[in-house]
């Protein structure tokens, strides 16, 4: 009888742990605020200016279960036709069959695969599979955790992120009859963003 009652007792001290531990560590949904967020991206024109543009709608989604985000997942997926560069004629160009062919390939994705510690506080190196033109390659990012408050109105907790990279354009089959004097191959990428904590 009383090994009965020691196996119940350990099962039950087993059970109330598991549900300790998943409290403790359960993962949290944080959703990309659309007001204070921005995907930006950067190229080189004729090899003296820069040519600036942005990505007006996209949705984007991270879930980590650590305060510190150090085992962050991204999920982001970005509406191309929504490219905006303050140039229609450019715009209508970029997407294009002769770049992003945006009728046939209408998302660019990204998908966390790994989050690695990096030099200064709470800043990482963030790789995962990024497709863009239907191609899908493997990126790094710095990727930097700036901070989490909650909004003195609603009561929500919002944290606050930053990406930044480089990427070649000609690895996605993106403007590829468009010579690297006229448009740079690299592209360098900037997003900033509040993520609001969904409760």
Known sequence: MNKIKKTFQSFTLFVALTLLSTTLFAQSTYKADPAHAKIAFSTVHNAISDVDGIFNSFDATIKASKADFSDAVFDLTVDVKSIDTEVKMRDDHL???????????TTITFKTTSVEKDQGENRYKLSGDLTIHGVTKALTMDFWYRGTITDAQSGN?????Q?????NRLDFGVGTKVPEALVSNAVQIKADGEFIKQK
């Open 157 to 161: 907790e919002i944290s606050g992120f």
């Open 95 to 105: 997407k294009s069959a002769d770049f992003f062919d945006a009728e046939k390939f």
């Open 163 to 167: 990406v930044t990279g480089v990427l």
